[in-house]
């Protein structure tokens, strides 16, 4: 399907972009087709193809997103084919979100800051990237978004799309997942200080696990999950939004945390099974969500327990 992308794009931009069939293929089939692939694999990645959002886009693309870093190909890193109409050839690439960046530090500088955490990415996952291409990659266009795609580019392959080697073609994305999985469990695009200033840590992989438990905490699809599926009131102090704030709004506005209490030598490197929901999370108030993180299991809500000298049960 992809192929038929590539070969098939260039003539149908010409035609009127609203109501487009080919628009619909690509939105929708494509995109269907590949999260099919995803049943047989470890992975719990979000899917969208997008030809353009109210006209035709330079460059087409089918994404796949970790909800722990983004959901959308606006913002963070994510893997994604992108497809050059020129000359019929799609490239696989560990890519970054373009317009997060252009709307940060404007485009002549956001396109160095891309280039720079693609230099960075490589080096971070390193034995990834010397199973790829590292080169500059050719989109068939100098538009503004595509000029993004090329400058965040990290490592891919390119494909001629009627020379395409199933057998490689297959395996080089399962790679590509595998590495986008490692990115994130070695703290993704955040730099070593900034992650031990964040989340603090002896080691090097201890840093690392912390980072990536903060990740899932912070994930929006978590705490929602979380939340519907546990109390909420706060498992240590015992507080009650409810009772004790007379709160009344939606569920995911409580004004309580979702803490990853499962115990951080669990989150092994490259693991696909990072949580489970419920069972490895907390509900806290921040109180107490701060103070488990002083703890050095911070698993351990027993221990927060004993060291409270008030209850709100």
Partial sequence: MLSKLAEQYAYERAKQFAGSEFGNFVRHDIAMEAKKRLIFLPYDLKVKASVGAGNWAA??????????????????FYIVYL?????????LSLNQGTTAIYQEFGDRKGLEVLQRRAIDIRNRIPEFAKLFDTQPIDLGSTERL???YTAGHSFGRTYDSQKINPIQ????????????????????TTPFDAMVENVGGTTVEETRRRTLSSRIERASNVRKKVLERRKPICEGCGLDPVRDYSFNGPLDRTPLDVHHSAALN??????SRRYKIPDDFLILCPTCHRMIHKQNDMSDIDLLKKKLKFSHG
């Fill in 59 to 76: 460059v087409p693309w089918l994404g796949f997103f970790d909800p722990l870093i983004t959901t959308s190909a606006t913002s963070g």
């Fill in 83 to 91: 497809v050059n109409a020129q000359n019929r050839s799609m490239t």
């Fill in 146 to 148: 595509p000029a993004g």
């Fill in 169 to 188: 073609f297959n395996q080089d994305l399962e790679q590509m997942f595998s590495a986008y999985e490692v990115l994130i469990d070695r703290g993704g």
């Fill in 266 to 271: 669990t989150l092994a490197e490259g693991e």
